[in-house]
């Protein structure tokens, strides 16, 4: 058996989802999934610590041992790609300090691993995210289901190893 947290950084809305996978299996099962989010009433420093205690309680509940983060892509706003950059420092720290090992996924090997199309859209990733696995369809938050996507990416990395 193995446990995934995928994240999907950002801080404003951060999407987190544990996936497990037992030997034998065809299917993850999606443990637990959220957007969480938090106040731009708050300043950005506490903004990132509730983000640091949030993943830190994920990670004491669920007991992942590896975390799939996806890596940044450069956007035109500076000011935000560093924000989130900020915010997946704190993820990562977090799930280093418990022991987790860590795995970086592009946006193109999320698609590919998802969809097996490297330019797959919003829609596409999606669409697969609702086959590859069982979830609710209440299950919308775009944030929610790309750290399902990106768990799935290193589940399908780390079998390839």
Request: charged share 30%; proline share 2%; hydrophobic share 40%.
């Amino acid at each position: 058996m193995i446990r995934i947290l995928g994240i999907d950084p950002g801080y404003e809305r951060l999407g987190i989802a544990v996936l497990e996978k037992n030997k034998g299996e065809k299917k993850e099962k999606v443990l637990f999934s959220e957007c969480f989010k938090t106040s731009a009433k708050l300043n950005f420093s506490e903004r990132l610590f509730l983000i640091g205690e949030e993943v830190k309680k994920v990670i004491s509940k669920y007991k992942p041992e590896v975390l799939s983060i996806e890596t940044l892509f450069l956007n035109t706003n500076q000011k935000t790609v560093m924000q989130v950059a900020e915010a997946r420092g704190v993820v990562i720290y977090e799930a280093v300090s418990t022991g987790l090992k860590v795995f970086e996924a592009s946006p193109p090997q999320i698609k590919i691993a998802t969809t097996g199309y490297g330019r797959a859209n919003k829609e596409q990733i999606t669409k697969m995210v609702k086959i590859l696995v069982d979830i609710e369809k209440s299950k919308t938050s775009d944030d929610e289901l790309d750290a399902i996507a990106i768990a799935l990416t290193a589940f399908a990395c780390l079998k390839m190893k």
